[in-house]
């Protein structure tokens, strides 16, 4: 079980990326938190290869022309229970 934090700069906020990123983390299985506005930060749980998944999936699923940042943390904090979206508005 590894944590990783995901963090990158989306235009648009309305498209219903967060609710299909969400989908993509149940699917593979990662539990974690999403919060964005327009700058988009994930904090995953999961296993190595899942989480290596997701954040091939949200590469290749962002559309905006932007790099997605990440580093991984081998702390098995199991934090999560779920995977949860929070919308900042400014």
């Known amino acids: 079980m590894i944590h990783t934090e995901i963090s990158f700069i989306r235009k648009k906020t309305d498209d219903g990326f967060g609710f299909a990123c969400m989908k993509a983390a149940y699917l593979f299985g ?11 930060k994930i904090h995953a749980e999961g296993e190595r290869g899942n989480i290596e998944e997701f954040i091939a999936w949200i590469k290749e699923n962002e559309k905006d022309d932007t790099q997605v940042r990440y580093n991984y943390s081998f702390n098995n904090s199991r934090k999560y229970k779920e995977f949860d979206i929070f919308r900042q508005t400014l």
Do not use: A, L, Q, S
């Open 30 to 40: 990662i539990t974690g938190r999403m919060e964005y506005n327009h700058e988009v």
